[in-house]
């Protein structure tokens, strides 16, 4: 017996350690291998490894060696001692490419977390399907796929990006709910440089094809951008800390102090009166969330609208609001994609949606309208329509046309509204709505300067001030400024056993 456990110990001993000179390449290519960044990822001692034994059954005589794992570290640890399932692409072995045994394993880790209701966090490092054991790999990409489908909106999935995820691979993080991506070694794209030059004759690096800044800021794919993995896995552990376990849980509640006291004066002053003056949206979240602590997605796509996870009063929540300092928070395209998804998420996570709005309506224009501006708005039309966690709305200064009730207006539904007043809500600016309106009148008039200013003002006395929409109950209060955080927690106390029942059916048919 002692000769066998020796024995044992000493496989998993090379097991664990890897082959010297592969895991120094990796550590020259500045990547840590997949056992150091389970270690960093998990709290110390917690990782059970399933699987560890696993070896290709492939009779390909380009694969002479069968070495342990065949690519991929995979089991179940804690986070601040919570219970997810992960698996980690080893590209010491075979580049990390996936072939019927790596598939194997995934896919009983994906089980298992489905399964127990846990967390899925993937680390790719991985040259693609193991061209070798051909469509034996390409059905173990497939199986993969059609289980995040399974788990989409049951458990949260995060995929971390840490090398390259070509081809097919790459549709397991553009399916996942959070994708985080490393500069300098992460790349992602369905078609390699090479590829490209062959069929468009077009040069381009793998950075500037699939790198992290490009799916940051350009694609939209990644939605949190890091420069080293020490910090990229911190975040995600932190990320973990805001989220519930599965959709039938609540996210973790922390310890805070009183929010529906709290008030904060400083709001008034960050947000100019004047509906035309800039500000960072980012200002106001810090004086809402607790301990100014906003954990923003997407930071570098879409940026005229933000969206993202803080807490209030203790409890998680998700922020969505316009922002004014890029092209006036107005709506476009991307930035109507970009809400809708992070309202869907927190919808079939039980996390509440405060939505903040200074929105001047949607981005005019042929190019906006030929790449489908309305069928993008009606997506995030859709995802606030069919939400059924709490929802407040906060309407800061101007709320216009289509864009006013995309916002999570009373008409689609959404449980309270607040508004400064400073609000404006309309079908459009008092000075588009005369000019409209009075196009006769002006034409007429000896002074039109003179007699625009008077049409403005009588039309903005009507039916642009601060109580109109309150007096016919689209509004349900009309608060300071500073009571804003009070009042936003004292919403989600009263809310907080919000209960509605959606009409029975498969699915609807969101219009993607």
Not at 356 to 368: A, I, K, S
Not at 399 to 411: K, L, T
Request: net charge negative; glycine share 10%.
């Amino acid at each position: 017996m002692p000769h066998l456990r020796d024995r044992r110990a000493r496989l998993r001993d090379e097991i664990t350690a890897g082959a010297p000179a592969a895991v120094r390449r990796q550590h020259d290519l500045g990547k840590r291998t997949a056992r150091e960044r389970l270690e960093l990822l998990l709290d110390p001692d917690s990782f059970i490894e399933i699987d560890m034994y696993r070896r290709h059954q492939s009779s390909s005589a380009t694969l002479k060696s069968r070495p342990y794992t065949d690519g991929v570290v995979a089991g179940s640890g804690t986070v601040d001692g919570r219970r997810v399932f992960v698996y980690a692409q080893d590209f010491t072995i075979f580049g990390g490419s996936l072939g019927q045994a790596q598939a194997a394993k995934i896919h009983k880790v994906m089980d298992h977390a489905l399964a127990t209701g846990a967390p899925l966090i993937a680390l790719n490092d991985s040259g693609g399907a193991r061209i070798q054991e051909g469509v034996l790999s390409l059905h173990g990409y497939g199986g993969i796929f059609r289980r995040h489908v399974e788990a989409s909106g049951v458990i949260p999935q995060l995929s971390v990006i840490m090398g390259p995820c070509a081809g097919g691979a790459a549709y397991s993080p553009a399916l996942a709910d959070f994708t985080f991506m490393v500069r300098g070694t992460a790349q992602m794209y369905l078609t390699g440089p090479d590829v490209v030059a062959a069929v468009s004759g077009e040069r381009v690096s793998h950075d500037e094809l699939g790198g992290a800044d490009v799916h940051g800021s350009r694609s939209g794919v990644a939605t949190l951008v890091y420069d080293d993995e020490e910090s990229c896995l911190d975040d995600v552990r932190y990320l973990l800390s805001l989220l519930p376990a599965n959709n039938l849980d609540v996210p973790p509640r922390a310890p805070a102090p009183d929010a529906e006291q709290d008030e904060r004066p400083a709001l008034a002053d960050i947000v100019p009166v004047e509906p035309n003056q800039p500000y960072d949206m980012r200002d106001v979240v810090a004086e809402i969330v607790d301990d100014g602590e906003f954990f923003e997605l997407h930071e570098d796509w879409a940026q005229n609208v933000i969206c993202g996870l803080g807490r209030i009063g203790g409890d998680v929540v998700g922020i969505v609001g316009n922002q004014p300092q890029v092209l006036a928070g107005v709506l476009d395209r991307v930035a109507s994609q970009k809400a809708a998804r992070f309202v869907r998420f927190c919808d079939a996570f039980n996390i509440p949606l405060v939505t903040l709005v200074d929105v001047p309506g949607f981005l005019p224009g042929t190019e906006q309208e030929y790449a489908g501006v309305i069928r993008h708005g009606a997506q995030l039309l859709y995802a606030y329509c069919e939400a059924s966690v709490p929802r407040i709305q906060v309407i800061l200064r101007k709320a216009y046309g289509g864009a006013y009730i995309v916002m999570d207006s009373r008409s689609i539904g959404t449980d309270l509204s607040l508004a400064w007043p400073t609000n404006e809500i309309a079908v459009m600016g008092a000075e588009g709505a005369v000019n409209i309106l009075h196009r006769k009148d002006l034409a007429a008039a000896d002074d039109a300067a003179e007699r625009r200013a008077e049409l403005v003002a009588e039309y903005t006395d009507e039916f642009m001030h601060p109580h109109y929409a309150a007096e016919r109950g689209l509004v349900d209060d009309v608060i300071d400024p500073a009571q804003t955080r009070a009042m936003v927690a004292r919403g989600l106390a009263m809310l907080r056993t919000k209960r509605r029942r959606m009409p029975e059916r498969k699915h609807g048919n969101i219009p993607l």
